[in-house]
């Protein structure tokens, strides 16, 4: 380390400590910094970009603002001139990451794999220069090995090693079954890094594990062993569960600005500048500026959560959407107006129908028993009415509004 920090310039030094500045944002760990600042270092002797891989398995193709933590993170790589290696784990994706499982995952079809994957491209695009990222299917190395590659493969680690990992621990302890292809996953994903060379791995702290196989792996290998950079994983809008498609507490960054914005309205106050640090694109300095101020009373939690779902939008689509966004809240939330546009579904059932019915009809509610519950507890409206019994019958006439919850409105018209 002190002999490659001894080349550099004075300049060069400052470099290597701007990069280090902004890698270090955010972040729950890097393993271990100094090997990060040697490999910024050497990169800037030898005027050669460090490999940043990210490694996915295309089995949840819609991408939230979770997902943008480490995407963000590649960004600031990218912007420093640095190559990023995007992983579809066509081949892995077949067999499924059995990190935080309980069970083993269902394995995915080709056509499933390629469809996932086509959809991450268009999406990630939303937050890195796609023309300068490296795309890489690891089924061009994994699908050539043959048996006895395998076997060498798995006799450069023991399964105390695997064992290590929490979730095979747990299920072995409970009893349930681990089946053997499932080991063979965090060897894979090690020998991804081997294949790609890769200087710097990202994921989130829950892929700990398989991140530090590309080190082990590498090192085996006769190769320079990667750095990890772990980063946090971000809680969904019920303020307890990670941000899941599957778990309903997400943000989509394919959603429309009204709803987007309506979303990160109802994020809880004591998660706002998690949100701000991990997924906005404003400068630490602005940051921290909007920290001191809630902590010292002078901005209020209505007024920087609003900020905050502006900022949302506008990264993801553009500020006249935001400013578009923010004013139908206003309007529907602040002063009890309808939005300006609303869905509308053409109809052409019966003019009367039970409440529980409609909603059902209309796809507003996947059953009736759903409805019924939805109604109870006061989050069904007809044209500004709000309906408290799920037995009672509903006159529909041409344009007449359903409201469900705070944001979702559908329009009523007569074919």
Do not use: C
Not at 45 to 67: C, M, Q, Y
Not at 226 to 232: E, F, G, N
Not at 301 to 321: C, F, G, Q, S
């Amino acid at each position: 380390m002190k002999e490659v920090m001894s080349q550099l310039s004075d300049g060069q030094h400052l470099e290597v400590k701007r990069q280090i500045s902004i890698y270090e944002q955010g972040i729950s760990d890097i393993i271990p910094t100094e090997e990060l600042e040697k490999k910024v270092a050497k990169s800037i002797l030898e005027n050669r970009p460090l490999n940043i891989k990210l490694g996915l398995d295309p089995s949840a193709p819609d991408i939230h603002l979770g997902h943008t933590v480490v995407l963000k993170k590649l960004r600031q790589f990218q912007e420093n001139g640095h190559v990023i290696q995007l992983l579809i784990g066509d081949f892995t994706g077949k067999i499924g990451d059995p990190t935080g499982k309980s069970v083993a995952r269902v394995q995915l079809t080709d056509e499933e794999v390629k469809h996932n994957a086509e959809t991450y491209f268009k999406q990630f695009g939303k937050v890195l220069d796609m023309e300068k990222v490296q795309l890489h299917y690891n089924s061009q190395w994994l699908s050539k090995l043959n048996f006895e590659d395998v076997i060498n493969l798995a006799g450069k680690i023991t399964v105390a090693r695997l064992m290590e990992r929490d979730d095979f621990e747990e299920r072995l302890a409970l009893g349930k079954p681990i089946s053997l292809h499932e080991f063979f996953y965090p060897l894979m994903q090690g020998y991804d890094s081997v294949q790609l060379e890769s200087d710097v791995e990202l994921g989130g702290t829950d892929q700990h594990f398989n991140v530090l196989m590309g080190r082990h792996f590498q090192e085996k290998m006769g190769k320079e062993k990667q750095v990890a950079i772990l980063m946090p994983l971000l809680e969904g809008l019920d303020g307890v569960e990670k941000m899941s498609k599957s778990k309903k507490n997400y943000i989509g960054i394919d959603e429309k600005p009204e709803e987007m914005y309506g979303k990160a309205m109802s994020i809880p106050d004591e998660l706002m500048m998690k949100y701000f640090e991990l997924i906005t694109d404003l400068l630490p300095e602005k940051v921290r500026q909007i920290k001191e101020e809630l902590n010292e009373g002078k901005l209020h939690p209505r007024d920087a959560k609003m900020l905050l779902a502006k900022t949302i939008v506008r990264m993801y689509h553009n500020n006249e959407a935001a400013e578009a966004a923010e004013e139908q809240f206003k309007n529907v939330f602040q002063k009890k107006q309808l939005p300006l546009h609303i869905n509308e579904i053409k109809w052409q059932g019966e003019r009367q129908a039970l409440i529980t019915n409609l909603l059902v009809e209309l796809k507003l509610m996947n059953s009736k028993s759903e409805a019924r519950r939805m109604v109870e507890n006061g989050g069904i409206q007809v044209n500004s009415v709000k309906i408290l019994d799920p037995g009672e019958t509903i006159s529909i006439e041409n344009n007449t509004i359903v409201q469900v919850g705070k944001r979702k409105f559908v329009k009523i018209v007569f074919e």
